[in-house]
């Protein structure tokens, strides 16, 4: 029936109603979107596209296809060759792409995307492929003479492996999978860093994120309940530190924490702690939670307060007068008020924690280390294969938690100061 | 929260023991920041008070590490102090050029931060907006995804993002590119860089700006006969300004304090503050850091004050009242 009626009425120039409205609709919805439009393709070509980048560059490397063409093709040809003992038609096409590496001086990338699986293999093809010229058939006995290693199961599965341009191997050695000489397998105890080190990561930030909320809640309580004055005076104390450079609250933490610091200073002058046996509080893992603690804690403050700050005074007042303990005020009425804050908070830093960097790497020493340094770590030793599916790893944990926090909270709703 | 009349003794303790803890957490927050204040006047190479400077004897400080901000790299740092010594330090000193740098790439940075984002938020804020959620995603994403996955994404990706320097398009924009004419290695690529990373604050204070904008001045000034332009300089630019401005500010913040991406994507001569002071602390840890600290702090205080002037402005214009 309502439907009837606007295709009835028209407009002055005789367009039925119904389709001049969705034009104009559709011309405001235009106009709204080319105004976002210059910042999107920005943020595309500068942000996003490099990202993408990388995460291709996590399942993809050509070091050793593009530079091994015989043996590739054997592989094409021979899919299901038994690597315990491939055949001399195999070391041939070995012997002839060894060649062609010294030749072509690409030992090093075809080593090193070997070395990716089959970890100290950059050496065995530098000296193969000097000495693959000299080599007379049977290839097979005379690089097994030359060195045995070339017999490894686990290298030809390797190699094997590395003939196609994309592989899935990185993310393998990232989550501390080791290809050995029957196919992938989980890595031993000890050789589990990657792991221990992502499950570290998310222990710590959650620690981290728990001690913030227990310092965040009272402060942003008394924020919330003083007068507009006086809460705005001590506003400042929480924003000064947001606003100052975070290379200066962690040299502030250095200077205070370290052995010679200011704190360890202090309990010698005071006498609780001997000159011998001063606290070691910087460049361990200590000094990470501590600074960082210190950096995030204005991220839980901010939504913490927003919230409390609007919660009506009157709601506790009607419980105690109801006869609530001021214990059971606190915990039924407002404590489940302030679940919006806690949880907007506690996201908030603990996706902050997760993908920290900076201050791990200064104050944090040889164990205090997060899985963000790891991936700096893999980088500078030019791992970048390695440091990008990790980081990949990492991403798509955030982007969970991205996505959690924008349905409970919603992505519109943070805001500074 | 004051106590009320009726507080038993077991509240009143409480409610003590609670006001102890927020005194303790406010000087948490506070003291390490203020702390490096007096260190950096230690007449010591030490990170630490001396006993001269817990005194308060005069002689247990000095300028020196001040002083090493403008002779640190510079030619000749023990000649008389003359015009040209100052000359010198200006272009020579390690610090001042990293501060150069710094205010460089930032103010880039900001003013392409805050045109685009605050077009972007004019858009976002429509009610028309399609996909909204979905972009809104995107555009807040450089606060949240990790700074390292950033920067090894932009490292991958920005050496490979070159134009030949002997083409047309190389020609032009070759003085911001590096000598291959790539975004890796030059100020062009730290400047966009920071640019992405500043985004994210400015469309978060536009568009809460713009949340409480009142739609119907801008139907009014219409139907008082102003066109499109005149009713946005003339009445939405003057109510968004403020929040136009702590963006920008936020956007600075970033740009001046970021370490990770530089350290990722920049060449030698990109060698900004926060890069030295992380190269500082790595290595020889000297209290010269703590005087740029000290420096640090007095600006944030100014950039503090700044926005939180804005934002007071900025509630009274829409006519908000307290929070």
């Known amino acids: ?417 | 929260m004051a106590l009320p009349t009726y507080a038993s003794p077991l509240e009143r303790v409480w409610y003590y023991t609670y006001l102890t803890i927020c005194v303790l957490v406010f000087l948490f927050l506070i003291l390490p920041v203020l702390i490096v204040i007096p260190l950096s006047f230690n007449l010591e190479p030490y990170f630490s008070f001396t006993e001269k400077m817990l005194a308060l004897d005069p002689d247990g400080y000095s300028l020196r590490w001040y002083d090493t901000l403008l002779t640190l790299g510079h030619p000749t740092a023990d000649a008389p102090r003359d015009n040209a010594w100052w000359w010198s330090a200006w272009e020579n000193a390690t610090w001042v050029k990293a501060a150069k740098n710094s205010l460089w790439v930032g103010l880039w940075a900001t003013v392409l931060a805050t045109t685009l984002g605050t077009i972007a938020a004019l858009g976002l804020s429509r009610p028309e907006m399609p996909y909204r959620r979905l972009i809104m995603a995107i555009l807040i994403s450089p606060m949240i995804v990790p700074i390292i996955i950033i920067a090894v994404g932009m490292s991958f990706f920005y050496a490979k993002a070159c134009v030949a320097p002997d083409s047309a398009v190389g020609m032009i924009t070759g003085t911001f590119l590096s000598t291959k004419g790539c975004l890796a290695n030059s100020y062009l690529g730290v400047i966009v860089a920071h640019a992405v990373l500043g985004i994210p604050f400015v469309i978060i204070t536009v568009t809460a700006t713009l949340s409480g904008f009142d739609q119907s001045l801008i139907r009014a000034a219409h139907s008082l006969g102003a066109n499109p332009r005149v009713t946005f300089f003339k009445v939405v630019a003057p109510l968004i300004l403020p929040g136009v401005i702590s963006g920008a500010l936020f956007a600075f913040g970033t740009s001046f304090d970021e370490v990770v991406a530089v350290l990722f994507i920049a060449g030698p001569e990109q060698q900004t503050i926060p890069r030295q002071m992380f190269n500082g602390i790595r290595e020889a840890i000297s209290p010269a850091i703590l005087a740029v600290a000290t420096i640090l702090v007095i600006f944030s205080v100014a950039l503090l004050t700044v926005v939180e002037l804005l934002r007071r402005r900025s509630d009274r214009l829409r006519g908000v009242t307290g929070r």
């Not at chain 1, 402060?219 to 947001?242: D, E, N, R």
């Open chain 1, 1 to 417: 029936m309502a439907e009837d009626a606007t295709t009835l009425l028209k407009t002055a120039d005789g367009r039925p109603l119904k389709a001049a409205l969705a034009t104009a609709q559709a011309r405001s919805r235009r106009r709204a979107f080319l105004l976002v439009l210059p910042l999107l393709a920005f943020v595309l070509l500068t942000f996003l596209i490099p990202i993408g980048y990388m995460l291709k560059r996590s399942f993809e490397h050509d070091g050793f296809s593009a530079n091994a063409p015989a043996l590739v093709q054997w592989f094409a040809e021979n899919p299901g060759f038994d690597p315990a003992n491939p055949p001399e038609a195999a070391f041939a096409a070995l012997v002839q792409d060894l060649a062609k590496m010294q030749a072509d001086k690409t030992t090093g990338m075809v080593g090193t995307r070997i070395n990716y699986t089959v970890p100290g293999t950059i050496s065995l093809f530098k000296s193969g492929a000097r000495a693959a010229k000299d080599l007379a058939p049977p290839y097979k006995e005379a690089l097994l003479a030359e060195d045995a290693k070339w017999g490894q199961p686990a290298l030809w599965r390797g190699m094997y492996d590395a003939s196609s341009t994309y592989t899935g191997d990185f993310y393998q050695v990232a989550v501390d999978r080791k290809l050995t000489d029957d196919g992938w397998a989980r890595g031993g105890d000890k050789e589990r860093i990657y792991v221990y080190l992502f499950v570290k990561t998310f222990l710590v930030s959650a620690l981290i994120t728990v001690i913030c909320l227990l310092l965040a809640f009272p402060v942003s309580h008394l924020l919330a309940t003083l007068p507009m004055a006086k809460s705005s005076l001590l506003m400042i104390l929480v924003l000064l530190p947001f606003w100052t450079s975070l290379l200066v609250r962690t040299t502030a933490w250095i200077a205070l924490l370290q052995e010679q610091g200011v704190v360890n200073n202090m309990l010698v002058a005071l006498g609780l702690v001997s000159d011998g046996n001063r606290l070691s509080m910087m460049y361990n893992m200590t000094g990470t939670i501590v600074a960082m603690t210190h950096v995030l804690l204005p991220f839980m403050i901010l939504p913490l307060y927003s919230v409390m700050r609007v919660i009506p005074p009157s709601y506790a007042r009607a419980a105690r007068s109801l006869g609530a303990t001021s214990w059971t005020t606190f915990r039924r009425v407002y404590l489940p008020q302030t679940l919006p804050g806690i949880a907007a908070g506690s996201l908030l830093v603990f996706i902050l924690a997760v993908g920290y960097y900076i201050t791990p790497a200064l104050v944090g020493g040889a164990d205090g280390q997060l899985i963000s340094n790891l991936v700096s770590f893999h980088m500078t030793k030019s791992n970048w294969s390695l440091a990008a599916a990790l980081a990949a790893l990492l991403l798509v944990a955030i982007l969970v938690l991205y996505w959690v926090y924008d349905r409970l909270v919603g992505i519109d709703r943070l805001k500074f100061g």
